[in-house]
């Protein structure tokens, strides 16, 4: 029911920004509340941010609270995520998500609430 595709990744510095973009398709985007999770190699991928389907304050990961920035755009079925104050351990493969579930009251951050997946894209940050 949702289609999801990133972009905007790619190689950054250490304390530089990077903007991820997450196209949406299908008529219950602006129904779902939205996610952005990352994978680095060898560990599991883990909730970086989530926003509810109506929009307004994001909920953010401890590690990113402060330098990512969570927004959507109902209207143009788009997603953000900025990026700002980047280290390397920001290095993962991001993915953006679609919750499972319509018209949520409250933000899930579980990983398994999630049923729509985009493809990933690389972000590096050197050192």
């Known amino acids: 029911q949702v289609q999801l595709v990133e972009s905007g990744g790619g190689l950054a510095q250490a304390g530089g920004s990077l903007r991820l973009s997450c196209a949406a398709s299908g008529r219950t985007f602006s129904s779902r509340a939205m996610g952005w999770f990352r994978q680095a190699p060898g560990k599991e991928r883990e909730f970086v941010a989530a926003?509810?389907?109506?929009?307004?304050?994001?909920y953010y990961a401890d590690s990113v609270k402060g330098r990512f920035t969570m927004s959507r755009d109902n209207a143009k079925k788009m997603v953000y995520l900025q990026m700002n104050s980047l280290k390397p351990e920001d290095t993962a493969v991001y993915y953006c998500?679609?919750?499972?579930?319509?018209?949520?009251?409250?933000?899930?951050?579980?990983?398994?609430?999630?049923?729509?997946w985009g493809q990933g894209t690389q972000v590096t940050v050197s050192s």
């Open positions: 926003i509810k389907w109506s929009g307004g304050s994001a």
């Open positions: 998500a679609a919750d499972r579930q319509s018209l949520r009251v409250v933000v899930t951050t579980s990983r398994s609430e999630y049923d729509y």
